[in-house]
């Protein structure tokens, strides 16, 4: 090393003469360690010879487990499928068990019989009720009006008079019972 180098990395002489005893030393040794290591492998691999370790198997690949798993899900499903049709089939009455339809059978097409609606319209008078009331304290005609039809009306109020044959629709007196027309 040049004088100059040394100065810049403040390494002495005796620490140079030092490292440079050392990389011999190591390139002196070293072929005595690569002879060996050598040896301790070829130790190594006898031994393992004689151990007997088989080789092993390949992994299958995912894709393997994969199709498998699919053909064992398809036939399981068509298994079950079967399974449950032959429970079915087994649990319906046959046709010719069946209890026969009343009337002709070429009209019935099968176990159901449907029988159409009445297509005849049957008149039908409204029946007319009417509902009771008895006026309480703080009653008006249009409160009650309110309270029967859900809205106020003046026909419905006009009703109420003529049903009750009152004059005045403000002249209500506590306990007095008024009849409420409900057809309309």
């Known amino acids: ?16 003469a030092m490292m440079e005893a050392l990389n011999r030393y190591n390139r002196e040794h070293q072929d005595e360690d690569f002879y060996r290591k050598q040896s301790k492998n070829k130790e190594l691999d006898a031994l393992w010879q004689q151990f ?31 399974f449950v049709s032959l429970l079915i089939n087994i649990s319906t009455p046959k046709d010719d068990s069946a209890v026969p339809a009343k009337g002709n059978a070429a009209e019935s097409s099968g176990r159901f019989t449907f029988i159409p609606a009445d297509t005849t319209k049957t008149k039908s008078t409204p029946v ?9 304290e703080g009653d008006t005609l249009e409160s009650i009006v309110i309270r029967y039809y859900g809205t106020f009306d003046m ?5 109420i008079q003529e049903a009750n044959q009152m004059a ?8 007095q019972k008024l009849i409420i027309p409900m057809n309309q």
């Open 128 to 136: 007319i009720t009417n509902e009771e009331y008895v006026v309480k």
């Open 155 to 159: 026909n419905k109020v006009n009703a």
């Open 52 to 82: 007997g370790v088989k080789q092993q198997k390949s992994e299958k690949a995912p894709q393997v487990y994969f199709v498998t798993g699919l053909i064992a899900g398809v036939i399981i499903t068509l298994l079950i499928t079967t």
């Open 1 to 16: 090393m040049n004088n100059t180098t040394l100065r810049r990395s403040n390494i002495t002489r005796e620490k140079v």
């Open 168 to 175: 005045n629709p403000n002249a209500l007196s506590i306990g």
